[in-house]
Structures are given as C-alpha cells and as structure tokens.
C-alpha cells in the first residue's frame, strides 16, 4: 500500500479520473472563474485574471513550469553530447540520418492519414455551417501565410538547439575541455533534479487540464464529430502498433516493452494534452534504457520540431475531413500538393502555442482557396480532445526515432534496455529517491 501511495503512476491516474469526474459533473466548479475586480497577476507566462479558469490556470501553470526545463535540458544534453563524441563527422553523421529518418516517417504518417480519412470518409453527412462566424473569422485571418522568420523568431527551442549545436563544435575543438565536459555534467545533474521535484505536481497539471476541457466543452460536444474522433484515434493507433512496431521490430525491440517503460510519461501527456510536459523526463528514460547520451541529445530535440507524426496525421486527416463536409473532390494532382505543402508546414508545427491551427490554415490557404478556410471553427469543439491523441503519438515517435538511431549507430547497450524493461517499477521511483537525497 506504501508503494502504491508514493508513485506517482498512480497519483496521476487518479488525478486525470477526478478531473474527468469534476468537469462532467460538476462543471461550474471545474469552471469556476477567478473572482476580483480588474486584478491579474503573472506567473511563469500563465495571467491568472477574471476570465480565467482556476483549473485552466494549474493545467497551464505545470506545464509552463516543465517549459522552463525543456530548454536548459536541450542545451546541456546537446552540448555535452557533441563535446562528448569528439569526432565531428560522427555528429554529421547522425543528425543527417536523423532528418532523413523524420522525413521519410512523417511522409509514412502523412500517407497513411489520407488514404483512412478517403476510406472511412468522417466528413460526410457534417453541417459545414456549424461553428460560430466569430471562430470562422479570427481563423481565417490567421490563414493568410505562414511566416517562417516569426515561427523561428517566436521558437526558443529552436534557437537553444542551434545555439548548442554550435556551442558543442565550438567546445570540441578545445583540446584540454575535460573541464567544459566536468560543468556540463554538474549542470546537467542538478537541472534533472529540479525536473524531478517539478514532476511531483505533475497530478495537479493532469487535474487541471482534464477539468477544464471536460467542463468547458463537455462530453456531448464528441457526438456530432465523433466520427471524425475515432478515425483519428485508429488512425494513430494503426500507426503506433503498426508502423512504430515494425521499426523497433527490426532491432528486436519490443513496442509493448517501451509503452509500458514509459507508462508514467504517457499519462502526463494525455492528462495535460502536451508532449512538452514530459520531454525531458523522456530524454533520461532512454538514456536510461541504453540510448547513449549524444544520440539522445541530438535526436529528441530535433524530433520535437521536426519529427511530429501525430501532428502530421492529423493535419492530413483535417484537411481531406474539410473537402469531404464541402463536397470538395480533390484531383489526383491536388492530393499530392496537399502531400508536399504538409512536409514542409508540418515542420513548423511545435514550439509555438497554438501553431497547429495556423499551420493549418495556411495550408489551406496553400490550396488557393480549393477547401474553405472558415471550415476550420468546425474542428474547434474536438480539437482539445484530439490534441491527447497527436502529443501521445507524437511523444511515442520521438522514443522510438532515438531507440531506432541509437541501434543504427550502435550506441545502444541491450542489457540496459533488457533491465529497465524488467524493472519498471524501479525506475518509476528513482524521482522518489532523487528528492531524498
């Protein structure tokens, strides 16, 4: 009973079941607002103002809090990584077949969206009128283009990820850095145990997060897309346990293995709707399961911004969603610019708050007005609900690219994996024992 009272599996679980609970039956409290006259107060980037929900605020407060992490994790992992590895070209090497690897797994996910949303065809039978003309007009705004200086402008990650790149060249060359490579590790050592605190309130994020959307939207507002939800949800999970399957299958690694390695994670994720929530506990994971440190330095973060193949499928799937609710028949010809548009615009979907939505619009836009723009408030409703089903996937592919490229690069130690797979529980706890040191 100890155990189980100290993991934080289950305090987790238990968080996202209550917040399911409030928000369905008790949506008033789940939505009660901040009650003060013309008062805001800041913290971490979440206004907490009239207007605002309470479970809205701690939702976003954890997750804004794991943010803080994200990018000194990614500069201190990159760093270390390439200053560790020495050998520049061997970098090259790997971050070439990263890119190629996100690439041709993307256009795999991008394929397989389109060809189920043409065969299950969820847009068919849907009002295209629905949604309020107030949505329909602030998407449409945002539909003009998409602006790729003010995504790498507004993307810290990104930049923190150039900027360590360049740092590790820089610091490799040094000949005598055995004192770079000894602060990188205390830096590096006392970040995670930070993160390993901030995890404790993870429960709380789930909470809030599960609150809010099930009060705010509500489980009836499923039914009328519900359609268009479950061939999103069948869709990543054909591709999860098929695709992602059959990549790890090829170095022998086990799916249900590493789902249930990372089990903790995912319910993170799907209790906060966000993959950033739970990044940098999943870099130490796969370090922890026999990922050397550079590959996962260099992969995990570089999937983040460009290997998103939950984000990728449901772009794909929205938009052939649209043309079928407007009768609009796509040519051959346009199948393939919408398949061409979307691995590039696909890239730029992450790091930015609320991107995914601009990202598809100018798609659209893209399209030279060939599906409407204004199509995009019918998504709205759903979207929050969706969003668990994209960061889970979206989390799971960044795990198995790592575990993939690692194994390629032979910078994989099997009995490591072949324990951490076996002690599940144990490592579940180290947090536990991280913060009674």
Known sequence: MKRLLTNLTFWVLTAITIGILLGHYAPEIALKQVMASDWKAHFLGQELKVGKT?????????????????????????????????????????GAKA?????????????????????????????????????????????????????????????????????????????????????????SKYVFKGLHRVMLFAPVGAFGGMAYTIGKFGLSALFPLAKLMITVYTTMALFIFVVLWYILRYYKVSLMGFLKYIREELLIVLGTSSSESALPNLMEKLERMGCSKSVVGLVVPTGYSFNLDGTTIYLSMAIIFLAQVYGVHLTFGQMLSIISILMVTSKGAAGVTGSGFIVLASTLTALNGVIPVEGLALLLGVDRFMSEARSITNFIGNGVATIWLANNENEFDRAKMEYAFGHVEESEDIIMDNLSD
């Open 54 to 94: 309470l479970s809205e605020f701690f939702g976003g407060l954890f997750i804004s809090v794991v943010k803080l992490f994200i990018n000194p994790i990614i500069f201190l992992t990159i760093t270390l990584g390439i200053v560790s590895m020495g050998d520049l070209k061997k970098v090259g090497k790997i």
């Open 99 to 187: 890119l190629l690897y996100f690439e041709v797994v993307t256009t795999i996910a991008l394929i397989i969206g389109i060809v189920v949303a043409h065969l299950i065809r969820p847009g068919d039978g849907v009002d295209g009128a629905s949604g309020s003309a107030q949505d329909m007009s602030t998407y449409t705004t945002k539909g003009q283009s998409f602006d790729w200086w003010k995504f790498f402008m507004d993307n810290s990650t990104l930049q923190v990820l150039i900027l360590a790149l360049v740092l590790g060249v820089v610091f490799s060359k040094i000949k005598n850095n055995q004192q770079i490579i000894h602060w990188l590790n205390i830096g």
